[in-house]
């Protein structure tokens, strides 16, 4: 997972992100009984609005905004490969804390994207930990 992430704090308590994405690949390689083999590889950008509430050198924050995705199936179905593109604007969220030391910033935050990539794949959910640095 790769997350990259650029910010602007208007005020204490509200900030604009937006950040680009690559949840990396799912692979399935033999058979099982409810699937055949795939690859599933997914990423895109995001913009959040963020509400923070601040405390001494923690912030707690809540998000939620647009989320573009590019999802690229492949799957081997009846002796023969398929593949398909699938483009989505949706909607996420996520909650997080973060601990901040002058410009530099801890954080950890859970967010969950509302992409639909099918009935093993829907809404994905990230669990980070990152480190920002205020300009």
Same mark, same amino acid.
């Given at each position: @997972? #790769?997350?990259?992430?650029? *910010?602007w704090r208007l005020m204490d308590w509200f900030a604009i ?6 949840? *990396? $690949? ?7 009984? $409810? &699937?055949?083999?795939? =690859?599933?590889?997914?990423?895109? +950008?995001? %913009?959040?609005?963020?509400?923070? +509430?601040? =405390? !001494? $050198?923690?912030?707690?924050? &809540? ?5 573009? !995705?590019? &999802?690229? @199936? ?9 593949? !398909? %593109? ?6 996420? +969220?996520? %909650?997080? %804390?973060?601990? =901040?030391?002058?410009?530099? &910033?801890?954080?950890? #935050? +859970?967010?969950? @994207?509302t992409i639909s990539n099918g ?17």
């Amino acid at each position: @997972l #790769e997350k990259f992430i650029v *910010g602007w704090r208007l005020m204490d308590w509200f900030a604009i992100e937006a950040s680009y994405f690559d949840l *990396g $690949a799912v692979t399935l390689d033999q058979s099982a009984p $409810a &699937a055949p083999p795939f =690859r599933l590889e997914q990423d895109g +950008w995001d %913009v959040f609005g963020m509400f923070l +509430w601040e =405390r !001494s $050198a923690v912030d707690l924050f &809540a998000k939620g905004g647009i989320v573009n !995705s590019d &999802a690229d @199936l492949t799957q081997n179905v009846g002796g023969g490969q398929t593949s !398909s %593109v699938d483009e989505d604007t949706d909607f996420g +969220w996520g %909650v997080g %804390v973060q601990f =901040r030391f002058r410009k530099l &910033a801890t954080r950890i #935050e +859970w967010e969950r @994207l509302t992409i639909s990539n099918g009935d093993r794949f829907d809404h994905p959910e990230l669990l980070s930990l990152g480190i920002t640095w205020t300009f």
